[in-house]
Every structure is written in C-alpha cells, then in structure tokens.
C-alpha cells in the first residue's frame, strides 16, 4: 500500500515536498514513480526513480525544477517540487512498477501495478 502527503496550497515560485511511503512491500523490489492530474486533463508522468542504482527520470516539463529521491531505511520516496507554477496544480500520485521495467517504459502509466491515492498540490497566482 502506498500512502502519498505533502500537498497543500502554495505561491507560484514557492516549494513543496511530497511524500509516498510504502506498508507492505520493500520499495527495492520496485520503481517508483510519481504522476500528475490537472483538473479536465489526463494523468501525466512526472518523475521516476529506479530504487536500484538510483537513475531518475523527469518529465520535460519540471527537469531542472522537481526532484525525486528515495530513503529506503524509512520506505519513502520523495518529490522536492521548487519553483512552482501555475500548471503544476493538480493531484499528485505515487505508483510502484516492476524492478525490471525498461527505460523506455518508465514514464507509461501502464508499467505501474500498485497506485496511492493523489495529494493535491494547488500552486496559486
């Protein structure tokens, strides 16, 4: 089970931390990843994080501006979100896939099995 936090309401330019911790499962069994939803749009990849070996995968769109980490002593994954703007509000979702995922598959919503809920993240004007 993965339980996402961290959201809330902030200033264009400001930052957030979201966290997804894991219950159940070791996250090195997995990848990580972290996906998006605007309100009247589609679920989006953000970032990723293949646990073993430490690679991490951005979405154009917040490379340079978003990171994503991992603790594996406490079973969470991070995403440090600075300099926020406007198009990043929306509900933020953890996701696990397959360890042996491929590159190219990393940002493919269908390569993730198990799924938190989302923490909205609302970035005002």
């Known amino acids: 089970q993965l339980q996402a936090s961290g959201g809330g309401l902030v200033q264009a330019g400001g930052s957030l931390r979201l966290s997804c911790a894991a219950s159940g499962r070791t996250f090195d069994s997995y990848n990580l990843g972290w996906f998006r939803q605007a309100p009247g749009e589609e679920r989006e990849f953000v970032a990723a994080l293949r646990w073993s070996g430490g690679t991490t995968y951005y979405a154009d769109s917040v490379k340079g501006r978003f990171t994503i980490s991992g603790n594996s002593a406490k079973n969470t994954v991070y995403l440090q979100m600075n300099s926020l703007k406007l198009e990043d509000t929306a509900v933020y979702s953890c996701?696990?896939?397959?360890?042996?995922?491929?590159?190219?598959?990393?940002?493919?919503?269908?390569?993730?099995?198990?799924w938190g809920q989302g923490t909205l993240v609302t970035v005002s004007s």
């Open positions: 996701a696990a896939a397959s360890r042996s995922t491929i590159t190219s598959w990393m940002a493919k919503e269908i390569s993730y099995k198990y």
